[in-house]
């Protein structure tokens, strides 16, 4: 059964710390992707990366900063986390870099709040 | 980037067939079209996806319209399993494979 996992599904951390959120996927996916998603602006993706140590951003990468060491391991890190941060984080993947028909598997999502 | 529309909510009767319709009218010819749907406190799953012409799977139908600028994803017998939010989006081989997912439909499933 492949899976994408994601660390928490929730967390509660406060303004100006420092957060990781880490995704683990087992289907030796080479495009992986972080977005967030908040009521009435459905999901907004932030940054994904296409190969190890590869990154690009997406549409909202403001207060966001990711890492890729591993293939299997996509992290996003909130370098001083605010108020506005807070929101359900989704991990996604898939095969096939640029290949565009390839189905994206999502984990199961990590609900985020910054007090 | 092509954007999508689709009816914020629907209702459907348990057992009837449910068609969901979404339009692409600024859809470009390497554009596919998939559908997600998310159930409760869950991640988004895939359901299906095409091209130019319909395409069936266990979980639903894809009917494509001649000109692409719509679609329609059709469940053949709804249960109260497929309550979700479900999400129509454009994906092209130009963007490596990153997808834009709006509002999508929140589908309501009556017993």
């Known amino acids: 059964d492949v899976k994408v996992t994601q660390s928490s599904r929730y967390l509660v951390k406060r303004t100006g710390e420092k957060v990781f959120l880490e995704c683990v996927q087992d289907?030796?996916?080479?495009?992986m992707f972080w977005y967030r998603q908040d009521p009435g602006l459905g999901l907004r993706l932030i940054y994904f990366?296409?190969?190890?140590?590869?990154?690009e951003k997406g549409d909202i990468p403001e207060g966001y900063s990711v890492s890729r060491e591993k293939k299997e391991r996509f992290s996003l890190i909130l370098e001083s986390a605010s108020t506005n941060q807070t929101s359900m984080y989704l991990c996604?993947?898939?095969?096939?870099?640029?290949?565009?028909?390839?189905?994206?598997?999502f984990g199961p999502g990590t609900r985020l709040t910054v007090l | 980037d092509a954007k999508t529309t689709q009816p914020n909510s629907m209702e459907s009767n348990e057992e009837e067939p449910v068609h969901l319709p979404c339009n692409h009218s600024?859809?470009?010819?390497?554009?596919?079209i998939h559908w997600y749907r998310q159930l409760p406190s869950q991640g988004p799953e895939y359901v299906i996806h095409?091209?130019?012409s319909n395409v069936n799977n266990r979980m639903a139908s894809l009917a494509i319209a001649e000109d692409r600028k719509s679609s329609t994803l059709i469940l053949h017998r709804a249960t109260l399993r497929d309550a979700a939010v479900y999400y129509c989006?454009?994906?092209?081989?130009?963007?490596?494979?990153?997808?834009?997912f709006g509002d999508g439909t929140t589908l309501t499933v009556k017993p």
């Open positions: 095409g091209l130019t």
């Open positions: 996604a993947s898939n095969s096939g870099a640029g290949v565009s028909y390839n189905e994206q598997f």
């Open positions: 600024t859809i470009s010819g390497t554009d596919y």
């Open positions: 989006i454009l994906r092209s081989n130009t963007n490596a494979g990153k997808s834009t």
């Open positions: 990366s296409y190969d190890v140590k590869m990154k």
């Open positions: 289907m030796d996916h080479e495009n």
